[in-house]
């Protein structure tokens, strides 16, 4: 019978191994095939584990994308994954969908879509455990006047500070009451205080909601919040106001209410430098705890933020482009502040843009979400159009202050110093000595644009990329914002060996050299990239300009960025007419919203505020509608002038770039792209998809390499995404596509 029963096992149809699909960080748009690691039970496998595997000579961090029981891959050569690294999915469903939705839109590989959306530390396969908080808490007995410290002061005062903090003290906290470690330990021997562990983000009990209460608002804004808070799962409203009209109070309000129903609320910011400002200004008005997330972050930080949002500890999170993959227990709203800003386009690797993937993301989680902006985006404004999004719009700024006045300064035949006339300097001395504040911005770091020779018209390039470089001051050195490449400034000219070399044009160094020689008994504070770098280095320089000494602030576009500078009484914009003539269609969408939002920055409250916009093309139409109409006025013109022309948002745009050492390689390539693109939209009656190119890029060498792009066009979403899923993939199989650095833009921005 033994014999009998082991002959039928034997004949038994063998269980298939399971085999895991895994998604890894790789440029290849695939997935990879893998057995099970040995240890690993079957009921242990989920979609959205990590898993490490062996991949070539190295090893790397997946997240399995789906389990299978057979593989394309013959059964000798498949490699075992070397080890789980979860119990259980790191991401939750709506999150998983986001990143498949968002690989599928971008035409970017699911691996390295979902990497980018996990913290670097969860990508080299760290535990996605939230780092615990040691606390020293004071045990049941122990009181100040306990006879086992009566002649130990530093022992006392520990246990006079900790009765002060019931829930326990941290050793950040301890450090700063001035307590030792020692005095502590020696408590805890007596049996007087206990170390407990805790998440950073943990509260220990329930607290009220609100620090301070909110404003009241006006009735623009109550229209505006009935609205908002009236809705019920997903919606999208686009917050068109004015600098200064509040909305950041609806913003606060409606995060209230999401509070209140014990939820989320996610916020993304354009720029780093906005961070302190607003973790304060959140901080201030709610009691619970709020998270950032952002670059300027350590590995660590980023993950025990990304961990306290996951596990619903963080009740506010706010950050940068990247936190739209933020993990949320509980999500209840979202918000896209300055929605229109550039930054929160991806312009490497993964090239998605955040806001988009906002309002995606809030469909999901059937979420409400608000996109706020002075300056709407013409995408939005024709999502307006179409339905898709509602307007709600704040006309009055806050406290009944007048707008800002602009004036347009011809400066033709005037003579310039340091980039300014003389009327425009002797406005600025009547600001500074009426008490006020001067902002002069300028849209070019360094001390010049370039360096040129008087003699002969030589002027300083950069030998990497048809580009010329920036003449910087401190230190001397000639600068590519490019490609990073720098060198010593020529002394004589190497092409007529002149030493004639003059600094050609006025950068924000130049430009605070000269208010320095112009103002000397006012400081004058340079805000640009240069001045940046260094960490706290725009917290500092906010804290001394809110202090509202008269001083003159000179800076690049990171001055429109949504400070508030309350003392700021003029603003005059210096090269106005450089984004006049742009080749790029965009171009003069984004110079109105650069004006706008500078100018954004004149006059709060009680000081009214005065724009002053140096020109040569005081008639230009962009100039007129801004200075004698609005925004408004303009964008309803420009987007006729679109729709007419078929530009974006009335078409679809995908843009194929190409780079090599050599051009013969990058055309060649782009050449046979062309070609292909064109036999798949024959053959599949793809007759709306339109090519135009190849042509150079607009800046054609960049760090030595020679890069040109060809641009794919539809009046159809549909038809565009079509040809792009039929021409990628047989793309990268291409003798051609091995030889040239590619990549795929969808929805391009930025045309270089």
Same mark, same amino acid.
């Given at each position: 019978?033994?014999?009998?029963?082991?002959?039928?096992?034997?004949?038994?149809?063998?269980?298939?191994?399971?085999?895991?699909?895994?998604? /890894?960080?790789?440029?290849?748009?695939?997935?990879?095939?893998?057995?099970?690691?040995?240890? +690993?039970?079957?009921?242990?496998?989920?979609?959205?584990?990590?898993?490490?595997?062996?991949?070539?000579?190295?090893?790397?961090?997946?997240?399995?994308?789906?389990?299978?029981?057979?593989?394309?891959?013959?059964?000798?050569?498949?490699?075992?994954?070397?080890?789980?690294?979860?119990?259980?999915?790191?991401?939750?469903?709506?999150?998983?969908? /986001?990143?498949?939705?968002?690989?599928?839109?971008?035409?970017?590989?699911?691996?390295?879509?979902?990497?980018?959306?996990?913290?670097?530390?969860?990508?080299?396969?760290?535990?996605?455990?939230?780092?615990?908080?040691?606390?020293?808490?004071?045990?049941?007995?122990?009181?100040?006047?306990?006879?086992?410290?009566?002649?130990?002061?530093?022992?006392?005062?520990?246990?006079?500070?900790?009765?002060?903090?019931?829930?326990?003290?941290?050793?950040? &906290?301890?450090?700063?009451?001035?307590?030792?470690?020692?005095?502590?330990?020696?408590?805890?021997?007596?049996?007087?205080?206990?170390?407990?562990?805790?998440?950073?983000?943990?509260?220990?009990?329930?607290?009220?909601?609100?620090?301070?209460?909110? &404003?009241?608002?006006?009735?623009?804004?109550?229209?505006?919040?009935?609205?908002?808070?009236? +809705?019920?799962?997903?919606?999208?409203?686009?917050?068109?106001?004015?600098?200064?009209?509040?909305?950041?109070?609806?913003?606060?309000?409606?995060?209230?209410?999401?509070?209140?129903?014990?939820?989320?609320?996610?916020?993304?910011?354009?720029?780093?430098?906005?961070?302190?400002?607003?973790?304060?200004?959140?901080?201030?008005?709610?009691?619970?705890?709020?998270?950032?997330?952002?670059?300027?972050?350590?590995?660590?930080?980023?993950?025990?933020?990304?961990?306290?949002?996951?596990?619903?500890?963080?009740?506010?999170?706010?950050?940068?482009?990247?936190?739209?993959?933020?993990? &949320?227990?509980?999500?209840?709203?979202?918000?896209?502040?300055?929605?229109?800003?550039?930054?929160?386009?991806?312009?490497?690797?993964?090239?998605?843009?955040?806001?988009?993937?906002?309002?995606?993301?809030?469909?999901?989680?059937?979420?409400?979400?608000?996109?706020?902006?002075?300056?709407?985006?013409?995408?939005?404004?024709?999502?307006?159009?179409?339905?898709?999004?509602?307007?709600?719009?704040?006309?009055?700024?806050?406290?009944?202050?007048?707008?800002?006045?602009?004036?347009?300064?011809?400066?033709?035949?005037?003579?310039?110093?340091?980039?300014?006339?003389?009327?425009?300097?002797?406005?600025?001395?009547?600001?500074?000595?009426?008490?006020?504040?001067?902002?002069?911005?300028?849209?070019?770091?360094?001390?010049?644009?370039?360096?040129?020779?008087?003699?002969?018209?030589?002027?300083?390039?950069?030998?990497?990329?048809?580009?010329?470089?920036?003449?910087?001051?401190?230190?001397?050195?000639?600068?590519?914002?490019?490609?990073?490449?720098?060198?010593?400034?020529?002394?004589?000219?190497?092409?007529?060996?002149?030493?004639?070399?003059?600094?050609?044009?006025?950068?924000?160094?130049?430009?605070?050299?000269?208010?320095?020689?112009?103002?000397?008994?006012?400081?004058?504070?340079?805000?640009?990239?240069?001045?940046?770098?260094?960490?706290?280095?725009?917290?500092?320089?906010?804290?001394?300009?809110?202090?509202?000494?008269?001083?003159?602030?000179?800076?690049?576009?990171?001055?429109?960025?949504?400070?508030?500078?309350?003392?700021?009484?003029?603003?005059?914009?210096?090269?106005?007419?450089?984004?006049?003539?742009?080749?790029?269609?965009?171009?003069?969408?984004?110079? +109105?919203?650069?004006?706008?939002?500078?100018?954004?920055?004149?006059?709060?409250?009680?000081?009214?505020?005065?724009?002053?916009?140096?020109?040569?093309?005081?008639?230009?139409?962009?100039?007129?509608?801004?200075?004698?109409?609005?925004?408004?006025?303009?964008?309803?013109?420009? &987007?006729?002038?679109?729709?007419?022309?078929?530009?974006?948002?009335?078409?679809?745009?995908?843009?194929?770039?190409?780079?090599?050492?050599?051009?013969?390689?990058?055309?060649?390539?782009?050449?046979?792209?062309?070609?292909?693109?064109?036999?798949?939209?024959?053959?599949?009656?793809?007759?709306?998809?339109?090519?135009?190119?190849?042509?150079?890029?607009?800046?054609?060498?960049?760090?030595?390499?020679?890069?040109?792009?060809?641009?794919?066009?539809?009046?159809?979403?549909?038809?565009?995404?079509?040809?792009?899923?039929?021409?990628?993939?047989?793309?990268?199989?291409?003798?051609?596509?091995?030889?040239?650095?590619?990549?795929?833009?969808?929805?391009?921005?930025?045309?270089?």
């Amino acid at each position: 019978m033994l014999t009998s029963a082991l002959s039928q096992t034997r004949t038994l149809p063998a269980v298939p191994a399971p085999i895991l699909q895994v998604a /890894l960080p790789s440029p290849l748009r695939q997935l990879f095939d893998y057995r099970a690691p040995a240890n +690993a039970h079957p009921d242990e496998l989920q979609i959205g584990l990590r898993v490490r595997v062996p991949f070539g000579n190295r090893d790397l961090v997946g997240l399995i994308a789906a389990i299978t029981d057979h593989s394309s891959v013959p059964a000798n050569k498949l490699k075992r994954a070397s080890e789980l690294l979860d119990r259980s999915p790191l991401l939750p469903d709506s999150l998983w969908r /986001l990143c498949a939705w968002t690989a599928n839109y971008y035409q970017h590989g699911l691996g390295d879509t979902l990497s980018s959306a996990l913290p670097v530390l969860l990508r080299r396969g760290e535990p996605a455990l939230a780092r615990q908080d040691m606390l020293w808490q004071l045990l049941p007995g122990a009181y100040p006047e306990h006879p086992a410290i009566i002649r130990a002061p530093k022992q006392k005062e520990a246990v006079q500070a900790l009765a002060r903090h019931p829930h326990g003290l941290s050793h950040a &906290l301890i450090n700063q009451w001035g307590l030792t470690r020692d005095a502590l330990e020696a408590l805890e021997r007596k049996g007087l205080v206990q170390r407990i562990s805790q998440s950073p983000h943990h509260v220990s009990e329930p607290q009220p909601l609100l620090k301070e209460p909110p &404003l009241q608002p006006n009735a623009e804004q109550q229209t505006a919040l009935d609205t908002i808070l009236a +809705a019920d799962g997903f919606h999208a409203w686009l917050l068109e106001g004015v600098t200064g009209s509040g909305k950041t109070e609806i913003y606060l309000q409606a995060i209230e209410h999401c509070l209140q129903q014990q939820r989320q609320a996610l916020v993304l910011i354009p720029e780093i430098g906005l961070t302190p400002q607003t973790l304060e200004r959140f901080r201030r008005r709610f009691n619970v705890p709020v998270v950032i997330l952002h670059s300027g972050l350590n590995d660590r930080e980023r993950l025990d933020a990304w961990i306290a949002a996951r596990d619903g500890e963080a009740s506010i999170v706010i950050g940068t482009r990247s936190a739209i993959f933020t993990p &949320l227990a509980r999500p209840g709203l979202i918000i896209v502040d300055e929605e229109h800003d550039l930054s929160y386009k991806q312009q490497d690797g993964l090239r998605y843009n955040a806001r988009d993937l906002a309002v995606y993301r809030a469909h999901l989680e059937q979420v409400g979400i608000i996109l706020g902006s002075a300056t709407p985006s013409f995408e939005s404004l024709h999502n307006v159009q179409r339905g898709r999004y509602q307007r709600l719009r704040l006309t009055q700024r806050a406290g009944n202050a007048s707008p800002p006045r602009f004036q347009c300064l011809d400066i033709r035949s005037r003579p310039l110093e340091g980039g300014m006339s003389r009327p425009l300097i002797q406005l600025m001395g009547e600001h500074l000595r009426q008490g006020n504040q001067v902002l002069v911005f300028i849209n070019r770091r360094g001390f010049a644009p370039t360096l040129m020779c008087h003699d002969c018209g030589w002027m300083a390039e950069c030998r990497r990329c048809d580009a010329r470089m920036t003449l910087h001051q401190s230190p001397a050195q000639l600068h590519c914002h490019h490609c990073g490449s720098q060198r010593s400034v020529d002394r004589s000219c190497p092409k007529c060996q002149s030493q004639d070399l003059r600094p050609l044009g006025a950068g924000t160094e130049r430009t605070e050299e000269h208010l320095l020689s112009c103002f000397p008994d006012f400081p004058v504070l340079r805000i640009d990239r240069d001045t940046m770098a260094r960490k706290q280095a725009m917290q500092s320089m906010l804290a001394r300009i809110q202090s509202g000494e008269p001083c003159l602030l000179v800076g690049t576009q990171m001055l429109a960025k949504g400070h508030h500078f309350p003392d700021v009484t003029l603003v005059a914009i210096l090269d106005a007419d450089g984004g006049l003539f742009s080749t790029d269609f965009r171009g003069p969408e984004r110079m +109105a919203q650069q004006i706008i939002q500078v100018a954004g920055r004149a006059g709060r409250a009680d000081k009214p505020g005065q724009v002053m916009i140096q020109t040569h093309m005081a008639e230009h139409q962009l100039l007129l509608d801004l200075t004698e109409h609005d925004y408004s006025h303009f964008a309803e013109r420009e &987007l006729a002038a679109r729709q007419a022309a078929q530009l974006p948002p009335y078409s679809f745009m995908a843009l194929l770039r190409a780079e090599s050492n050599a051009t013969a390689q990058t055309n060649q390539f782009l050449d046979a792209a062309s070609e292909l693109a064109e036999q798949l939209a024959a053959d599949n009656g793809l007759s709306g998809v339109e090519l135009l190119g190849p042509v150079p890029s607009p800046m054609e060498r960049r760090a030595g390499r020679h890069r040109a792009q060809l641009l794919v066009m539809s009046a159809q979403r549909s038809s565009l995404h079509q040809l792009l899923y039929l021409w990628l993939p047989t793309l990268e199989q291409h003798p051609l596509a091995r030889r040239v650095r590619w990549s795929i833009d969808v929805d391009p921005l930025d045309m270089f």
